[in-house]
């Protein structure tokens, strides 16, 4: 299963390689992510995906 990066937006495999990128590009430890934060980050994911759904270029 894929998943996207909700700050840029980068496609990868929704394993290890998502917290590797989240730690290096974005230097987020998202293993230690309280559940409030990472919410954040999917809701932030959700709006990206609305709004380009829409048109609107990210």
Do not use: Q, W
């Not at 394993?15 to 230097?27: C, E, G, Q, V, Y």
């Amino acid at each position: 299963m894929k998943k996207r990066c909700p700050i840029c937006g980068y496609v990868m495999y929704a394993d290890k390689r998502f917290k590797d990128h989240m730690l290096i590009a974005h230097n987020i430890d998202y293993t230690n992510l309280g559940n409030e934060l990472a919410d954040i980050l999917v809701k932030m994911d959700a709006c990206r995906t609305t709004l380009e759904s829409l048109g609107v270029k990210c």
